[in-house]
């Protein structure tokens, strides 16, 4: 593993093509996460179609530097807006916001970049570790095994996201009803082509993913009102902050960044659940939860090393398992797949050297992003105020450009458009996108995995039970399963005794 | 039955409808098994998820149904007073939930996402025949436009018309050139 990754390492530092892809995908994330309606996403799918033609190596460390960036941009514009510029930094607005009006905006600033800056290290340095480890055992998975870990994550994640555990598995269903459109796995039976030529490769990952996020997105932020964006002043000397504004908080950071990391591992959520968790964690174990809100350095640790450190745990299971950990590594798997690697056990015997450059890629990244945020803070919140009536466009046509890349008709857009649209609607209803695009992606190695296993037990459906990983799995989804369900009965009884008492 | 029921009976009654014609389409897929079924056909995997999918689709219907019933019982139980203070309460807690993006959507009527959603519409119909060049210039020039506020617009203007040209011939070249990409050319040649 080491000789693997110093060759990783090699590969990237005598690489300068390599080296200016991260630096400038660092810079792009930072800006999409910086702007407050514009996730990482985004910036992800627009910067898609510029690594088609890329090395894989350079492609995907390019995307991986975007998606660093764009985890730990959303704190400028949530310390110096007070709005989170993705859903990953809300809890900083807590405590960041709060010390910028206080006249502590450099220091919050400097203090975010560090927790960051440290959360993301941690996060990387144990996915680094502990993936191919993971690897060797995932290796050993047959059909049962890989179907009983496919049925976990799609019920796990569709009881974490929405408060209706049924409305989550309906938006998952939705997602695998989609999927099963075009060659049916294993025979190439053609289904719900309708008999288009077009229709029988299916819908393209990347155009659901784009079309689900990307443009769902862009066209929320269309509609919104356009605000005048009014930056805070602040001064930064140095790093913004010193030594004595971390005593007492060692223990938050490794605790929040740990948190962070176990959270990013789980399917479909990631750092923008683990920030408010950390934080809620923080205050409750902290000696003065009272002064939480006001501006404390405690808070913005707290949040900004949590979302950081998922980073490092969503990789892990895209990397061995094939299951994203969230919307960001939903298009890093679309990227992989676009560089003929598919993520999972195989991944790292197939394609080592790859796999090891993108871990050396996300240490230079994390690096990259800490010194940038650091000396062009200035810059960064310069960007903050291009408007959006300039940039929302712009990102369509690349978006567009990315969809039409992917095999030159222009059919690939009207998906795009398609699922634009489909996603507006889902957040209309409140329908969760992440299950629905995990259900997307996992239907086809889930209905491949179950026909196998069925052949391989001549149609015995108990054999599945027999294979002690696939059994424990199957276990853990209905544990999950009958664990949500009573906790939610539990808060909605308590909440309708609070109504009656009100 | 208040509104949020209304629409969440609405997103169980779209599920069912869905997954009723997605079960039809699963019944015309053809199967192929030469060695005996001893297993799953092609057909099979969407057959389940069709019936899944009513199932939960109709699980869902009830509960919110049950739900409204019991809210409904726990008003009439507590007074007209309280009721109304309950109906208050319903209406403030629900749009703050989502953060300040959506609720500043609600706020404004959304004719520039309908108008948005169009204006993609035609650009993609637009995008083979006309060319990348000409259609991206159109697209930039009409999408900033109309998310320009109003009283800005006139300042503007000049910026957008020569952004949108500049940009448009700008990616053009470089993802052709050198991204090697291919990008229609339409009737620019």
Known sequence: MFHMLSVGFASVFTDPTCITMIFVGVMVGIVFG?????????????????????????????????YIGGISGGLISAILLNMPGTPASIATTFDGAPMARNGEAGKALGIAVFASLIGTMLGVAVMIFAAPMLAILTLKFGPWEYFSVTFFALTLIASLTEKSVVKGLLSAMFGMM?????????????????????????????????????????????????????????????????????????????????????????????????????YSMAKNASKHPEKYGTGIPDGIIASESSNNASIGGAMIPLLTLGIPGDGATAILLGGFMLHGMQPGPLLFQQNGPVVYSVFAAMVLGTIFMAILMWSGMRMFVKILKVPNHILIPLIVVLCSIGAYALSNRVFDMWGLLLFGFIGLMMQRFGIPAPPFILGFILEGSLELNLRRGLEYSNGNWLDVFTHPISATFLALTLGSLIMTIVNNHRAAKKKLAQGVEN | ??????????????????????????????????????????????????????????????????????????????????????????????????????????????????????????????????????????????????????????KWILFIVLFSVGVSIFIYFIFTKYLTLVLPSGILG
């Open chain 2, 1 to 154: 039955m208040s509104s949020d029921s209304k629409k969440e009976i609405g997103v169980g009654v779209f599920f069912f409808i869905f997954a009723i014609a997605y079960m039809v389409g699963a019944s015309k897929i053809s199967t192929f098994t030469p060695f005996g079924n001893r297993g799953l056909d092609s057909r099979s995997v969407p057959e389940l998820l069709g019936i899944l999918t009513i199932i939960l689709s109709m699980t869902y219907m009830g509960q919110v149904w049950l739900k409204e019933r019991k809210l409904k019982k726990i008003l009439k139980e507590s007074g007209a007073d309280s009721a109304q203070a309950g109906d208050q309460k319903e209406t403030t807690a629900t749009p703050e939930s989502k953060g300040t993006i959506v609720s500043r959507i609600n706020s404004v009527m959304p004719v520039k996402l309908i108008l948005s959603l169009i204006y993609l519409a035609v650009y993609t119909a637009l995008y083979q025949p006309l060319g990348f060049i000409l259609s991206s210039i159109f697209f930039l020039i009409a999408e900033s436009f109309l998310l320009v506020n109003k009283d800005e617009r006139k």
């Open chain 1, 178 to 278: 989609i999927a099963t459109v075009g060659l049916s796995p294993t025979d190439g039976t053609p289904r719900f082509t309708f008999g288009s030529l077009q229709l029988s490769s299916g819908f393209h990952l990347l155009v659901v993913l784009v079309g689900l996020y990307a443009i769902r997105e862009v066209l929320l932020a269309a509609s919104a009102k356009e605000q005048e964006v009014k930056v805070l002043e602040y001064k930064m000397k140095g790093l913004g902050f010193g030594l004595r504004d971390l005593k007492g908080n060692w223990f938050n950071l490794l605790r929040s960044s740990l948190l962070g990391l176990g959270i990013g591992i789980l399917p479909g959520i990631g750092g923008s659940t683990s920030n408010i968790i950390a």
């Open chain 1, 34 to 66: 910086a702007l407050p309606g514009l996730t990482t996403v985004a910036g992800l799918s627009m910067f898609l179609p510029v690594t088609y033609v890329m090395s894989s190596h350079v492609g995907l460390a390019m995307l991986t530097a975007i």
